[in-house]
T-cell receptor, first 119, second 114 residues
Framework: GAVVSQHPSRVICKSGTSVKIECRSLDFQATTMFWYRQFPKQSLMLMAT?????????EQGVEKDKFLINHASLTLSTLTVTSAHPEDSSFYIC???????????????FGPGTRLTVL | GNSVTQMEGPVTLSEEAFLTINCTYT??????LFWYVQYPGEGLQLLLKATKADDKGSNKGFEATYRKETTSFHLEKGSVQVSDSAVYFCALSGPNFGNEKLTFGTGTRLTIIP
Protein backbone atom coordinates (compact mmCIF):
# COMPACT_ATOMS: atom_id res chain seq x y z
CA GLY A 1 0.00 0.00 0.00
CA ALA A 2 0.87 3.68 -0.13
CA VAL A 3 3.53 4.68 2.40
CA VAL A 4 4.12 8.09 3.92
CA SER A 5 7.16 8.80 6.05
CA GLN A 6 7.93 11.62 8.43
CA HIS A 7 11.25 12.84 9.69
CA PRO A 8 12.20 13.24 12.42
CA SER A 9 9.98 11.01 14.50
CA ARG A 10 10.87 12.91 17.64
CA VAL A 11 12.54 16.26 18.23
CA ILE A 12 13.36 18.30 21.30
CA CYS A 13 14.36 21.92 20.86
CA LYS A 14 14.89 25.06 22.86
CA SER A 15 12.36 27.85 22.92
CA GLY A 16 12.95 30.36 20.14
CA THR A 17 14.47 27.96 17.67
CA SER A 18 12.89 26.72 14.44
CA VAL A 19 12.15 23.10 13.65
CA LYS A 20 11.54 21.54 10.24
CA ILE A 21 9.47 18.40 9.80
CA GLU A 22 9.50 16.50 6.52
CA CYS A 23 6.66 14.47 5.05
CA ARG A 24 7.39 12.17 2.11
CA SER A 25 5.21 9.97 -0.02
CA LEU A 26 7.48 7.02 -0.75
CA ASP A 27 5.77 5.12 -3.52
CA PHE A 28 3.28 7.52 -5.01
CA GLN A 29 2.95 11.14 -6.06
CA ALA A 30 0.90 13.51 -3.98
CA THR A 31 -0.24 16.90 -5.26
CA THR A 32 -2.01 17.44 -1.96
CA MET A 33 -0.70 16.83 1.53
CA PHE A 34 -2.28 17.71 4.84
CA TRP A 35 -0.78 18.70 8.16
CA TYR A 36 -2.52 17.85 11.41
CA ARG A 37 -1.83 18.52 15.04
CA GLN A 38 -2.86 16.10 17.75
CA PHE A 39 -3.05 16.99 21.42
CA PRO A 40 -3.02 14.28 24.09
CA LYS A 41 -6.34 12.45 24.26
CA GLN A 42 -7.76 14.73 21.61
CA SER A 43 -8.60 14.46 17.99
CA LEU A 44 -6.48 15.36 15.00
CA MET A 45 -6.95 18.99 14.07
CA LEU A 46 -6.28 19.98 10.48
CA MET A 47 -3.77 22.81 10.34
CA ALA A 48 -3.31 23.32 6.64
CA THR A 49 -3.61 21.82 3.21
CA UNK A 50 -0.38 21.77 1.24
CA UNK A 51 -0.56 21.95 -2.54
CA UNK A 52 2.43 21.20 -4.73
CA UNK A 53 3.67 24.31 -6.47
CA UNK A 54 1.33 26.73 -4.72
CA UNK A 55 0.73 28.32 -1.36
CA UNK A 56 -0.71 26.26 1.44
CA UNK A 57 -4.25 26.83 2.64
CA UNK A 58 -4.40 27.33 6.39
CA GLU A 59 -7.32 26.59 8.66
CA GLN A 60 -8.85 29.34 10.70
CA GLY A 61 -6.79 30.16 13.76
CA VAL A 62 -3.54 28.71 12.43
CA GLU A 63 -0.77 31.27 12.06
CA LYS A 64 0.77 30.95 8.61
CA ASP A 65 3.89 32.84 9.66
CA LYS A 66 4.32 30.51 12.59
CA PHE A 67 3.83 27.29 10.70
CA LEU A 68 5.54 27.56 7.34
CA ILE A 69 4.61 24.94 4.79
CA ASN A 70 6.48 24.20 1.60
CA HIS A 71 5.42 21.60 -0.96
CA ALA A 72 8.18 21.84 -3.52
CA SER A 73 7.77 18.43 -5.16
CA LEU A 74 5.16 15.76 -5.67
CA THR A 75 6.68 13.63 -2.93
CA LEU A 76 7.78 16.10 -0.27
CA SER A 77 6.09 18.64 1.96
CA THR A 78 7.78 20.36 4.89
CA LEU A 79 6.37 22.04 7.97
CA THR A 80 8.61 24.52 9.77
CA VAL A 81 7.64 25.63 13.24
CA THR A 82 9.30 29.02 13.58
CA SER A 83 10.39 30.52 16.87
CA ALA A 84 8.98 27.55 18.71
CA HIS A 85 7.52 27.95 22.19
CA PRO A 86 6.48 25.34 24.75
CA GLU A 87 2.84 25.68 23.71
CA ASP A 88 3.85 24.43 20.26
CA SER A 89 4.76 21.08 21.80
CA SER A 90 2.51 18.52 20.19
CA PHE A 91 2.26 15.54 17.88
CA TYR A 92 2.32 16.62 14.23
CA ILE A 93 0.97 14.26 11.60
CA CYS A 94 0.97 14.59 7.84
CA UNK A 95 -1.09 12.79 5.26
CA UNK A 96 -0.99 12.59 1.50
CA UNK A 97 -3.54 11.91 -1.16
CA UNK A 98 -2.51 9.83 -4.12
CA UNK A 99 -2.69 12.00 -7.23
CA UNK A 100 -4.03 9.06 -9.16
CA UNK A 101 -6.48 8.11 -6.44
CA UNK A 102 -10.23 8.37 -6.62
CA UNK A 103 -11.18 11.82 -5.39
CA UNK A 104 -14.65 10.68 -4.42
CA UNK A 105 -13.31 8.44 -1.69
CA UNK A 106 -11.01 11.15 -0.32
CA UNK A 107 -8.61 8.55 1.00
CA UNK A 108 -5.56 9.94 2.69
CA UNK A 109 -2.42 8.03 3.69
CA PHE A 110 -0.90 9.07 6.98
CA GLY A 111 2.64 9.38 8.22
CA PRO A 112 3.66 8.03 11.64
CA GLY A 113 3.82 11.48 13.20
CA THR A 114 6.49 13.69 14.75
CA ARG A 115 6.59 14.37 18.48
CA LEU A 116 7.81 17.93 19.07
CA THR A 117 8.86 19.01 22.55
CA VAL A 118 9.87 22.62 23.07
CA LEU A 119 11.75 23.31 26.28
CA GLY B 1 -19.84 22.82 10.39
CA ASN B 2 -18.97 19.15 10.36
CA SER B 3 -18.35 17.31 13.59
CA VAL B 4 -17.81 13.74 14.76
CA THR B 5 -18.61 12.40 18.20
CA GLN B 6 -17.29 9.02 19.19
CA MET B 7 -17.37 6.89 22.25
CA GLU B 8 -14.84 7.87 24.83
CA GLY B 9 -12.36 5.31 25.94
CA PRO B 10 -10.38 3.64 27.00
CA VAL B 11 -12.17 0.39 26.25
CA THR B 12 -10.81 -2.86 27.63
CA LEU B 13 -12.18 -6.20 26.49
CA SER B 14 -11.24 -9.82 26.79
CA GLU B 15 -10.16 -11.72 23.72
CA GLU B 16 -13.09 -13.03 21.61
CA ALA B 17 -15.49 -10.46 23.08
CA PHE B 18 -17.89 -8.47 20.90
CA LEU B 19 -16.84 -4.91 20.16
CA THR B 20 -18.91 -1.83 19.47
CA ILE B 21 -17.46 1.67 19.25
CA ASN B 22 -20.15 4.28 18.72
CA CYS B 23 -19.75 7.14 16.29
CA THR B 24 -22.26 9.82 15.34
CA TYR B 25 -21.76 12.77 13.08
CA THR B 26 -23.15 16.15 12.12
CA UNK B 27 -22.86 17.26 8.53
CA UNK B 28 -24.97 18.63 5.74
CA UNK B 29 -25.71 16.44 2.77
CA UNK B 30 -24.07 13.05 2.37
CA UNK B 31 -20.52 12.94 3.68
CA UNK B 32 -18.19 9.99 3.24
CA LEU B 33 -17.51 8.15 6.49
CA PHE B 34 -14.34 6.41 7.63
CA TRP B 35 -12.80 4.44 10.43
CA TYR B 36 -9.06 4.78 10.88
CA VAL B 37 -6.88 2.70 13.17
CA GLN B 38 -3.60 3.75 14.76
CA TYR B 39 -1.39 0.97 16.07
CA PRO B 40 1.30 1.86 18.60
CA GLY B 41 4.13 3.80 16.98
CA GLU B 42 2.49 3.88 13.57
CA GLY B 43 0.48 6.32 11.47
CA LEU B 44 -3.25 6.17 10.95
CA GLN B 45 -4.43 3.47 8.55
CA LEU B 46 -7.75 3.39 6.82
CA LEU B 47 -9.73 0.50 8.26
CA LEU B 48 -12.96 0.84 6.32
CA LYS B 49 -15.15 3.39 4.63
CA ALA B 50 -18.67 4.02 3.34
CA THR B 51 -19.63 6.66 0.84
CA LYS B 52 -23.43 6.60 0.83
CA ALA B 53 -26.38 5.81 3.06
CA ASP B 54 -26.87 2.13 3.93
CA ASP B 55 -23.42 1.19 2.66
CA LYS B 56 -21.55 -1.24 4.86
CA GLY B 57 -17.80 -0.96 5.08
CA SER B 58 -15.89 -4.03 6.21
CA ASN B 59 -12.30 -5.10 6.67
CA LYS B 60 -10.39 -7.52 8.91
CA GLY B 61 -13.63 -8.65 10.57
CA PHE B 62 -14.68 -5.08 11.40
CA GLU B 63 -17.92 -3.65 10.04
CA ALA B 64 -19.71 -0.32 10.08
CA THR B 65 -22.95 0.71 8.38
CA TYR B 66 -23.68 4.24 7.19
CA ARG B 67 -26.99 5.13 8.87
CA LYS B 68 -28.35 8.39 7.52
CA GLU B 69 -31.48 8.31 9.68
CA THR B 70 -29.48 8.14 12.91
CA THR B 71 -26.36 9.91 11.55
CA SER B 72 -24.26 7.06 12.87
CA PHE B 73 -21.39 4.86 11.75
CA HIS B 74 -20.78 2.48 14.63
CA LEU B 75 -17.80 0.13 14.43
CA GLU B 76 -18.37 -3.54 15.31
CA LYS B 77 -16.42 -6.75 15.44
CA GLY B 78 -17.77 -10.08 16.53
CA SER B 79 -14.65 -11.51 18.15
CA VAL B 80 -11.71 -9.28 18.97
CA GLN B 81 -8.10 -10.36 19.17
CA VAL B 82 -5.14 -9.03 21.12
CA SER B 83 -3.74 -7.69 17.85
CA ASP B 84 -6.77 -5.37 17.57
CA SER B 85 -5.43 -3.26 20.42
CA ALA B 86 -5.05 0.22 18.97
CA VAL B 87 -6.67 3.65 18.83
CA TYR B 88 -9.68 3.91 16.53
CA PHE B 89 -10.79 7.17 14.91
CA CYS B 90 -14.10 7.85 13.24
CA ALA B 91 -13.95 10.52 10.54
CA LEU B 92 -15.94 12.13 7.78
CA SER B 93 -15.18 14.13 4.68
CA GLY B 94 -17.21 16.21 2.33
CA PRO B 95 -20.11 16.38 1.82
CA ASN B 96 -19.25 18.31 -1.27
CA PHE B 97 -17.58 16.53 -4.12
CA GLY B 98 -13.86 17.15 -4.00
CA ASN B 99 -13.92 18.31 -0.40
CA GLU B 100 -10.97 16.41 0.93
CA LYS B 101 -10.84 17.70 4.48
CA LEU B 102 -11.25 15.05 7.12
CA THR B 103 -13.00 15.78 10.40
CA PHE B 104 -12.00 13.34 13.12
CA GLY B 105 -13.53 12.16 16.35
CA THR B 106 -11.41 12.16 19.48
CA GLY B 107 -10.32 8.55 19.11
CA THR B 108 -11.07 5.50 21.23
CA ARG B 109 -8.24 3.49 22.74
CA LEU B 110 -9.00 -0.22 22.67
CA THR B 111 -7.08 -2.76 24.71
CA ILE B 112 -7.70 -6.46 24.34
CA ILE B 113 -6.49 -8.72 27.11
CA PRO B 114 -5.80 -12.43 26.58
Amino acid sequence: GAVVSQHPSRVICKSGTSVKIECRSLDFQATTMFWYRQFPKQSLMLMATSNEGSKATYEQGVEKDKFLINHASLTLSTLTVTSAHPEDSSFYICSARDTEGIILYNEQFFGPGTRLTVL
Amino acid sequence: GNSVTQMEGPVTLSEEAFLTINCTYTATGYPSLFWYVQYPGEGLQLLLKATKADDKGSNKGFEATYRKETTSFHLEKGSVQVSDSAVYFCALSGPNFGNEKLTFGTGTRLTIIP
